[in-house]
């Protein structure tokens, strides 16, 4: 088991966790194709505590290396991208797509996804193995998921039509990149 506490191995601690955040992500989408939202959601925060977890037993185990910010970065596009865009898609804007206009649904999407892997992979290029910044630059990917589901559960109370949930995506995904100072947790 001296593997799980190897920072050149690949199935360390810090990484199984990461790929606990993957599967979880993955059964979010599973759940999100088969209509179950609670179940989607449920994996979706699962998601999230996984790379809560991963991030601090990495830094308290020197395990942090490139191969894991990386793979902490797919991750996080994964689950803080992938997902709640699907969830937003399947939730809220699934059949509606010809009553809406067809062209804001494709860019808002599409610009949320885009700026999402730009955001991942402006912070991978900057990154340092072991060294966390006090300040995240623009909203990190899993606070824009969290935005998102806060547009989702305003959605749900039927005071958001569905043409603000697309324009709050937009919103959000511009702010994934910005020049916003977050502190980092």
Known sequence: MDFLFNKHSHFNLANCATFFNITAGVLAIYFLTHGEFFGAALFAWVAGAFDIVDGKIARKYNLSTEFGIQLDSFADFLSFVIVPTMFIYFAVIDGKEFELNTV??????????????????????????????????????????????????????????????????????????????IPHP
């Open 104 to 181: 804001l649904v494709v860019f808002a999407f599409v610009y949320y996804v885009i700026s999402g892997l730009r955001r991942l992979i402006q912070f991978n290029i900057q990154a340092e193995e072991g060294s966390v910044s006090k300040y995240f630059t623009g909203v990190p990917t899993p606070l824009g998921a969290i935005l998102l589901w806060v547009v989702y559960l305003v959605w749900l109370t039927g005071i958001l039509p569905e043409t603000l949930v697309l324009i709050s995506m937009i919103i959000i995904g511009f702010l994934l990149n910005s020049k916003i100072k």
